[in-house]
């Protein structure tokens, strides 16, 4: 017998692919860092559905704690807070990567707060302890299963999370992640789901960052990972961390742990609001 609480996903149709999937980052992960990524311990198979036994991350997810902001004065997250999760981000992305699978569907919602998060007290850019944990693998596609050189054309169904390259046509891979990246760090930076336009063959997001403090970061990061040149030529998100973690610690080493507690604390009580 065991305490540990665990969640069923009931899906209909059955997916088995999101089981073979996490079977892959089983596999090919190093155990270290296989946490940062939802784990199913069992599937079980219908010919009309399925059910599959995982890991509960109970705190809710980087979306709600954006919602949570939106209830407050100052309406979106602190900088800190946005950065230090955009660092974790970036680096739970480039472990997926490096063992080729891209995930497709990264979004607030889909990043849960586990224990961890709550227990966690380094805020080391390299720390795999931060408890950020990446769900929802149903869409993901795995490279390896490919040629080498292999490129998609398809375009996703949901308006608003077609990464530019389906937008305009052009070929992609790892880009549709570098894309859910960018999408889920302006839902923090606003507070609200990202656009994009074409300005003279360059895709810009229409937030407005000339009250942010790092407003030329952002701009950059933006650019960066909307603005992909072609399948050969991906941007290092490592860089791209490097980068914020720069700032983070320059700027903000002193006051993150005291914004991630308060953070902890409306978490708490957001938990206990919905257990009434």
């Known amino acids: 017998m065991t305490s540990e609480k665990m969640v069923l996903k009931v899906q209909k149709p059955a997916n088995p692919w999101e089981f073979y999937i996490n079977t892959c980052l089983d596999d090919r992960l190093q155990p270290a860092v296989r946490h940062l990524f939802c784990s ?3 599937a079980h198979l219908f010919h ?14 980087l979306l709600n704690a954006v919602n949570i902001y939106r209830t407050l004065s100052d309406k979106v997250m602190p900088q ?3 950065l ?3 660092v974790c981000i970036l680096h739970m992305v480039e472990q997926l990567h490096s063992v080729h699978v891209i995930h497709a569907d990264i979004k607030p919602d889909n990043f849960m707060l586990g224990e961890r998060f709550l227990e966690n007290k380094c805020f080391d850019s390299d720390s795999v302890d931060h408890g950020l944990v990446l769900i929802d693998l149903g869409q993901s596609i795995d490279m390896q299963l490919f040629p080498e050189g292999t490129a998609f054309t398809a375009r996703c169904l949901t308006s608003g999370f077609q990464c530019t390259e389906m937008l305009s046509g052009k070929p992609w891979t790892y880009q549709t992640d570098y894309f859910g990246i960018a ?3 302006y839902c923090m930076l606003f507070g609200t789901y990202m656009q994009i336009t074409n300005e003279g063959g360059v895709w810009k997001t229409n937030g407005v960052f000339r009250r942010n403090p790092h407003s030329d ?3 950059e990061f933006f650019d960066t990972l909307l603005n992909v040149p072609d399948c050969g030529s991906l941007p290092s998100l490592r860089s791209l961390r490097c980068r914020l973690t720069s700032v983070l610690q320059q700027n903000y080493s002193s006051k993150l742990a005291t914004m991630k507690s308060r953070l902890v604390i409306k978490l708490l009580e957001n938990l206990r609001a919905a257990r009434r």
């Open 40 to 42: 199913i311990r069992s």
């Open 48 to 61: 009309n559905g399925s059910v599959m036994l995982g890991e509960l991350h109970n705190y809710g997810t």
């Open 80 to 82: 800190p807070l946005i």
């Open 84 to 86: 230090y999760f955009t």
């Open 183 to 185: 999408g889920t760090v």
């Open 217 to 219: 970061l952002w701009l």
